[in-house]
T-cell receptor, first 112, second 113 residues
Framework: GENVEQHPSTLSVQEGDSAVIKCTYS??????FPWYKQELGKRPQLIID?????GEKKDQRIAVTLNKTAKHFSLHITETQPEDSAVYFC???????????FGRGTSLIVHP | EADIYQTPRYLVIGTGKKITLECSQT?????MYWYQQDPGMELHLIHY???????EKGDLSSESTVSRIRTEHFPLTLESARPSHTSQYLC????????????FGPGTRLLVL
């Protein structure tokens, strides 16, 4: 089955700095890679996703890059703000009868 | 508004009691999931369903059971609650094949005394 590893488990940055969270996956057939943000006491929510036919996708201050050859994808947050503080989860899936596999999460702390 | 709902939001119960956590979605999704999550920690898949009359066990061994009699409803039952069941339970549903984005409910926080 699919295995997704996520690093780091904790990331502490100063407001205004950039933050990068990395995930690797094992199943080369995986073709959909979403990122979820879970604020304290709230439910996880999709913030950005990328499909395997795209190398990079941006949405304002967040971006995701995908390297299919190396089987890894990353979340980039620029100009971090305190409200970016949350736990971020990556996931990989291949549709059909397969169930998405989540990474173990990264706790991002943005210090004012 | 299309959403996914969970009740109760909080539950404190004694050891040995039978409980059912409710999950309903108005999104028309076929796939539904139950996750167990300690606060801020990883998501453990305990059950999932492809549609009506389909139920599967997830990666985390669980003493709970689920049923899927209607598309929109996916309840989780614990026959005999134990302190080790204390956790948050998140229900989710996902779009049809091709995108697999998961939409999560607000969760049920369970405390077993």
């Amino acid at each position: 089955g699919e295995n997704v590893e996520q690093h780091p488990s904790t990331l502490s940055v100063q407001e205004g700095d950039s933050a990068v969270i990395k995930c690797t996956y094992s199943d080369s057939a995986s073709n959909y890679f979403p990122w979820y943000k879970q604020e304290l006491g709230k439910r996880p929510q999709l913030i950005i996703d990328i499909r395997s036919n795209v190398g990079e996708k941006k949405d304002q201050r967040i971006a995701v890059t995908l390297n299919k050859t190396a089987k890894h994808f990353s979340l980039h947050i620029t100009e971090t703000q305190p409200e970016d503080s949350a736990v971020y989860f990556c996931a990989a899936s291949r549709g059909g009868s397969y169930i998405p596999t989540f990474g173990r999460g990264t706790s991002l702390i943005v210090h004012p | 508004e299309a959403d996914i709902y969970q009740t109760p939001r909080y539950l404190v119960i004694g050891t040995g009691k039978k409980i059912t956590l409710e999950c309903s979605q108005t999104m028309g999704h076929d796939k539904m999931y139950w996750y167990q999550q300690d606060p801020g920690m990883e998501l453990h898949l305990i059950h999932y369903s492809y549609g009506v009359n389909s139920t599967e066990k997830g990666d985390l061994s669980s003493e709970s059971t689920v049923s899927r009699i209607r598309t929109e409803h996916f309840p989780l039952t614990l026959e005999s609650a134990r302190p080790s069941h204390t956790s948050q339970y998140l229900c989710a549903s996902s779009e049809p094949t091709g995108r697999e984005t998961q939409y999560f409910g607000p969760g049920t926080r369970l405390l077993v005394l």
